[in-house]
């Protein structure tokens, strides 16, 4: 029976191609409707309209197996749904205000098609109370009620695939009890971890997911607090490689070590140019705006977005003080898109810092493996190799921590470069391997680079 059920996945961005191709994986027959003519035609082909591991593969496989298709025209699918999923951007509107318009023109185009016993239900980001309003402005616009379950996504760009098929917990948010019933009919083989997985463990089973059932206001929370929480540890971990490099201490050492301890848990402690991407800001923004609106004071959330921010800019210092100024330099950047494994440069710590350098007077080349240019910034030239890139440079920076980058030839670079600065903005280099290029190394926070500061009177800051 579960072989039947039909699930329209309404939007195919980022999250609504890897619903809509996950779900035709655990054979659910999927249609995802996408209203841009250019990016229909290329998920027709089997092909994703963004750089995302693993999904073309699922895209041409689900096509192929007439499990899943793409239309253009929601009025002539939704009638035979069974579910609805709505994966539609929530974009900044300005001032931690979400722009809600995509998701009232979706109910607008799908209301005069629904029927009695379907279920909408929503994956993207939206603000706190979004869910009700949806499900009473569907009620008022359609004359019946049509239940909508809360489901937030936790998909991290460059593993999406994995984070849907395989994630830790799926998150249910549901005051109907016949809408979980067809939610939870469509995750079922998730939630039991029945299928083959794509890519095998190394070793080890495949844990079954956590199933979380709870009210749709406890689901937006949950998102909302799953990203503060990231992006406050990783804005924390960057403030302490701060104090690491005031010290002489090491923050790869000090990091392994906070994070042996079983409270705080090793992952998401790498110190580096800083968190980005089209998730953290802007929801912690939203979160701090909703919160502020509550009368409830945001103080660490925008703490971790403000302590973010002058993350960044401390490292374009760093970088123009090893350079002893940045007017006139050349400098080669290596990544631009804004975490490895993806194309996207949306809020992307390693544009910034290309935008800063150029603005400091510096000469700026790139080099991204998925990236060709960055339409906001015209005037950065984006090469087709890391060599390329550091012709007659003063400097090398890696910003974003592609794999390849780790494996890098630094003989080859230091042979056409100006200067002799590699520096490591991710903290993945190989001291000992740039150095033996005849290059000098300069990380995050790493000690051996740093000097004790000194008081006014020459004595040393520590102790005392
Ligand atoms: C995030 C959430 O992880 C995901 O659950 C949510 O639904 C969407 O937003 P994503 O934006 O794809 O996913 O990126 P993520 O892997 O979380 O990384 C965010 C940023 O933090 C990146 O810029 C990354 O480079 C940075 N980061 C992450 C660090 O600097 N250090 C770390 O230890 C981890």
Redesign the pocket.
Known sequence: MTAEQRIIVIGCGYVGTVVAGSFARIDRHVVGVEVDGEKLARLRSGQAPFHEPQLDVLLRHGLARGMLEFTDSAATVVPSADVIFFCLASPDGGKGRADMSQIESAIDSIVPHLRRGQVVVTKSTLPLGANDWIQDHIAEQAGFAVPVVANP??????SAVEDFLHPDRVVLGADDGRALDLVLRAYRPILDQTFERIVPLARGEQPRPELVVTSRRSAEVVKFA??SF?ASR?SLINEISEICEAYGADIDVVAAAVGMDSRIGPH???A?L???????DKDLAILARQARDAGVEPALVEAARRANRTHRRWVVDLIGDALGGLEGRTVAVLGLS??PDTDDLRDS?AVELAERLMAAGAVVRAHDPAVAKVPELPGLEVVPDPVTAAVDADAIVLATDWREYSRIDFAAAAAVMRGRLAFDARNVWDRAAVEAAGLRYRGIGRADQTRLPRRADGESAVGG
């Open positions: 996504e936790f998909l991290r760009e460059g799953a990203n990231l990783v998401f402690l790498k580096g800083g968190w980005g991407g089209s998730c953290f804004f975490k710590p």
